[in-house]
């Protein structure tokens, strides 16, 4: 079974409702999410209530602490933001190939194409991202960062989850078709 690992500050908004959302469309893969702030705290109620109007549950996620062991089981590690790929990299090099924002995945699947039936996620990851570099991973970048709702209102929560669901839609196509 795939791996993902999806990855944020606190593990309390992005990524428990990407994980949801992931899970739903593809229950065939092993979802999780992590943060680098200490774990042990739910997803934020605003989150809860806005995967809810979904039909999903995150009402029992509690936060945990990415770590070298949780990144380095994971086939596919996504970050919310440049810096959490980053994070990840930092605790665990050798994942370096198999690491991106989900925004910089999107974009450079949907450059590569679709994975054909046969090549492994490894094999298409590494065409994916054949042409980063160091720098891809430094510095801050809104084109790679997914937009953080903490503390915000109701309505940037549901922007966020949209363009989550958006892009992860576009990332299962790409990676993970439906009989793969």
């Not at 997914?146 to 989850?161: E, F, K, L, T, W």
């Amino acid at each position: 079974m795939t791996r993902v690992l999806l990855l944020c500050t606190a593990n309390q908004c992005r990524s428990p409702m990407a994980e949801v959302l992931l899970r739903a469309r593809r229950p065939t893969l092993e979802v999780q999410s992590a943060g680098r702030l200490p774990g042990g705290a739910p997803a934020s109620a605003t989150a809860v209530q806005v995967v809810a109007a979904r039909g999903l549950d995150l009402s029992k996620h509690i936060s945990q602490t990415a770590t070298p062991e949780l990144v380095g089981q994971s086939d596919l590690i996504l970050g919310m933001a440049r810096e959490h790929v980053r994070d990840a990299v930092l605790l665990r090099p050798d994942v370096r190939g198999r690491a991106f924002s989900l925004k910089d995945l999107v974009r450079r699947g949907e450059a590569v194409g679709r994975r054909p039936g046969g090549q492994s996620l490894d094999s298409w990851l590494a065409l994916a991202g054949a042409d980063r570099t160091t720098n891809d991973l430094l510095g801050a970048s809104p084109a790679d960062d997914v937009s953080d709702p903490i503390g915000q209102a109701p309505a940037r929560y549901r922007a966020c989850a949209d363009e989550l669901d958006d892009l992860l839609a576009r990332l299962t196509a790409l990676a993970f078709p439906a009989g793969s």
